[in-house]
């Protein structure tokens, strides 16, 4: 069997569970020193999906893309600590401060240099939950996309994929083919842990610049990201819900009334 060449995309972002007054600079990009990092919380489910994909589909490759700093690569290493078969980490003085729009133009040129037959990612990350990377680089590189995937299942071909899309209200069941680009949600699945064949296993990643992926540097960096980020917070906690009683759904009714 062929087997399928999936493009995980993955974000090392700050732990946002605990922002503090020095969690922005001056120029309204984050302050990564003064928070830890982690991998993207629903970037894992994306990972671990692509893996349960290379578990039972013979000749499946999984590869990482990120962008970020060099200790960036640490998530790529992680994610090989996984299973993954290698990754490749975008890194360059020209992509710093890149918002949403800048940074799907850097990773779609870096998709172009790639192979693959489904590109998944996380909803959203983190640090921004702004869930737009995912589908700015489906429409940049002309793909088809569904977003917030909870279930998944391909044919036999490897070319047909029906997901289950969450909405508010309930779910859409959507067909889409390959090549194609899908964001998890964290109900796809649950991430396993590091095993001891991924630790020891070789590792294989690529350091690509601006150069290496031909971007245009007008595209790219904070003067070219057209979004302004004021303040970063952790939001107050809500309220406790009110419980309306009775002892009929008459009685509640009026109560709630």
């Given at each position: ?13 700050p732990?946002t ?18 928070l ?8 894992l ?19 990482v893309l ?12 992680e ?12 890194s ?9 729009l ?6 779609s ?8 037959d ?18 700015q680089?489906?429409?940049k ?10 279930e ?13 899309r ?80 009775g ?9 709630l009334?």
């Amino acid at each position: 069997m062929k087997g399928l060449k999936i493009v995980v995309l993955a974000k090392q972002v700050p732990d946002t569970r605990n922002v503090g007054k020095d969690a922005m600079k001056a120029d309204g990009t984050v302050n990564r020193a003064a928070l830890p990092a982690i991998f993207n919380p629903e970037d894992l489910n994306a990972l671990e999906q692509a893996l349960r994909l290379k578990d039972t589909i013979e000749g499946t490759t999984v590869h990482v893309l990120t962008m970020g700093p060099g200790r960036a690569a640490e998530i790529i290493r992680e994610a090989m600590y996984r299973g993954a078969d290698g990754g490749y980490l975008l890194s360059d003085r020209a992509f710093a401060g890149s918002d949403t729009l800048a940074t799907s133009y850097a990773l779609s040129c870096a998709l172009r240099n790639l192979e693959y037959d489904v590109i998944i990612c996380g909803r959203q990350a983190i640090d921004g939950d702004t869930a737009q990377v995912g589908p700015q680089i489906a429409e940049k590189l002309d793909l088809p996309q569904v977003t917030y995937v909870e279930e998944f299942h391909i044919d036999d071909n490897l070319h047909d994929i029906t997901v289950k899309r969450q909405l508010e209200d309930g779910y859409e069941l959507i067909g889409i083919k390959t090549p194609c680009m899908l964001t998890a949600i964290k109900e796809l699945n649950d991430p396993r842990y590091m095993n001891m064949k991924g630790i020891f296993g070789e590792k294989d990643i690529k350091i690509w610049n601006a150069k290496d992926i031909e971007v245009d540097l007008n595209k790219v960096g904070l003067e070219a990201s057209p979004t302004n980020v004021f303040r970063s917070f952790t939001p107050a906690p809500k309220a406790p819900g009110q419980v309306v009683a009775g002892d009929t759904e008459n009685e509640q009714a009026k109560n709630l009334l």
